[in-house]
C-alpha cells in the first residue's frame, strides 16, 4: 500500500532564504506526483505536476523533482517571501490497479517566512 | 475561465441531521473527484465519477455517505445522520479525463457537525 510523508511537519525561515520541501513514497509505481499549496481554510492550488518520466518542472521561482527509484521529490522555492507562507502538500497516483486517477496525499509542510 | 466551485463554503448542522454538499466542476472536465481533509492531514481520497457514473467510491467511509452525478456536471455529496466525526473540510476536484492528470480544487466545504 502507497504511504506517502512529508518531514518536516513545519518549517520556519527568515524572508530571501532558499526554501526545501521533501516528499517520500514508498512505491515507486507512479504515474505522477503534484504538489499544492494550501492557505488556511481554503482549498488546494496546483503548483506543479510531474509525470513518471520526467524529472523536474520548474514554474518561476518553483523547482520540483522527481526521482522514482528512491521514492523521493523535493520542491524548492527560491528566495522565499512571506507570501509563500502556507502549507505545502505532495500527492501521487499510484499504477496499481485500484488507483486510477486517485491522489494520495501526504499530511503537509507548514511553512512560515518571516519578514 | 472558472475554476471549480463548491456550495456552501461553510454548512453547520446538528447530529443526526443530512446534509448536502455540492460541486460544479470545470467546463468540459469529465471526471470529477471527492475528497476528505481533517485538520492537520492531507486528503482523503472518497469517490470518483468519469461522467456520470461512480468509477471508483472505495473512499466513501460507510452507507451514509452517498454522491451522484446524474447529468455528468454537477455533483452532489449527501451525508444521511450527520456524526460528528463527519465534521471536516470537504474538498472537491476535476480534470479534464479519468486518468493520471491535473486535478484542480475547488475551495471546499468546511462541514461542522455539533
Known amino acids: 500500500k502507497q504511504e506517502v510523508t512529508q518531514i518536516p511537519a513545519a518549517l520556519s525561515v527568515p524572508e530571501g532564504e532558499n526554501l526545501v520541501l521533501n516528499c517520500s513514497f514508498t512505491?515507486?509505481?507512479?504515474?505522477?506526483l503534484q504538489w499544492f499549496r494550501q492557505d488556511p481554510g481554503k482549498g488546494l492550488t496546483s503548483l506543479l505536476l510531474?509525470?513518471?518520466?520526467?524529472r523536474e518542472q520548474t514554474s518561476g521561482r518553483l523547482n520540483a523533482s522527481l526521482d522514482k527509484s528512491s521514492g523521493r521529490s523535493t520542491l524548492y522555492i527560491a528566495a522565499s517571501q512571506p507570501g509563500d507562507s502556507a502549507t505545502y502538500l505532495c500527492?501521487?497516483?499510484?499504477?496499481?490497479?485500484?488507483?486510477?486517477?486517485?491522489?494520495?496525499f501526504g499530511a503537509g509542510t507548514q511553512v512560515v517566512v518571516t519578514p | 475561465g472558472a475554476g471549480v466551485s463548491q456550495t456552501p463554503s461553510n454548512k453547520v448542522t446538528e447530529k443526526g441531521k443530512y446534509v448536502e454538499l455540492r460541486c460544479d466542476p470545470i467546463s468540459g472536465h469529465t471526471a470529477l473527484y471527492w475528497y476528505r481533509q481533517s485538520l492537520g492531514q492531507g486528503p482523503e481520497f472518497l469517490i470518483y465519477f468519469q461522467g456520470t457514473g461512480a468509477a471508483d467510491d472505495s473512499g466513501l467511509p460507510n452507507d451514509r455517505f452517498f454522491a451522484v452525478r446524474p447529468e455528468g456536471s454537477v455533483s452532489t455529496l449527501k451525508i444521511q445522520r450527520t456524526e460528528r466525526g463527519d465534521s471536516a473540510m470537504y474538498l472537491c476536484?476535476?480534470?479534464?479525463?479519468?486518468?493520471?492528470?491535473?486535478?484542480?480544487f475547488g475551495p471546499g466545504t468546511r462541514l461542522t457537525v455539533t
Open positions: 512505491d515507486s509505481a507512479i504515474y505522477n
Open positions: 510531474i509525470q513518471s518520466s520526467q
Open positions: 500527492a501521487v497516483v499510484s499504477k496499481t490497479t485500484d488507483s486510477w486517477g486517485k491522489f494520495q
Open positions: 476536484a476535476s480534470s479534464v479525463a479519468g486518468g493520471p492528470y491535473e486535478q484542480y
